[in-house]
């Protein structure tokens, strides 16, 4: 990452030495003190000082003060839970999918809100996750009511489906 950053600095004539600070996420490739990203560019120009990127950090407090909430765990678990069950069958997915659009084209809606998976870092991606369950909560019900009674199913996607529908 750190080639494609200063082959993208060199690109558009950005002078590497004319920089003071760097700032990225909290992982290791990027912020780890023996070969981060920030290691390397500091060791091209001392100069540029590394501060942790503040809005990934608050990303991490705002996690950890969701897991103190046992309403709020279960409730992102259940989240996830419904993202896993669909994205993890592509004929699941279709069955969801196809009864969102028919849906969306009544509202004239252009982006179809599909499970997201959940980001300890991203909470805007909890976000998302959320919005589409909203949003299409009752496509949602539909489809796993569909699906839990579907004979050709297995028994373990119809009981899957069964308990997420409740």
């Not at 678990?77 to 659009?101: K, N």
């Not at 496509?139 to 297995?154: A, D, G, R």
Request: net charge positive; hydrophobic share 35%; proline share 2%.
């Amino acid at each position: 990452m750190t080639d494609a950053l200063l082959k993208y600095l060199e690109c558009y004539g950005i002078n590497l030495y004319n920089y003071r600070g760097q700032s990225y996420d909290n992982t290791a490739n990027m912020s780890g003190k023996f070969c981060g990203m920030q290691t390397l560019i500091k060791e091209q120009n001392d100069l540029c000082i590394y501060a942790p990127c503040c809005a990934h950090s608050l990303n991490l407090v705002g996690k950890a003060a969701a897991n103190t909430c046992s309403a709020a765990v279960k409730f992102f678990d259940f989240v996830q839970e419904v993202h896993v069950f669909y994205t993890a069958s592509p004929s699941r997915y279709r069955i969801l999918t196809e009864a969102l659009s028919s849906s969306q084209e009544k509202t004239n809606k252009k982006k179809l809100l599909t499970p997201k998976e959940l980001s300890d870092t991203r909470w805007s991606c909890r976000h998302n996750a959320v919005k589409a369950l909203v949003v299409g909560y009752d496509k949602f019900k539909v489809t796993l009511e569909k699906i839990s009674i579907n004979k050709e199913e297995k028994d373990i996607v119809c009981n899957a489906a069964a308990g997420l529908h409740k």
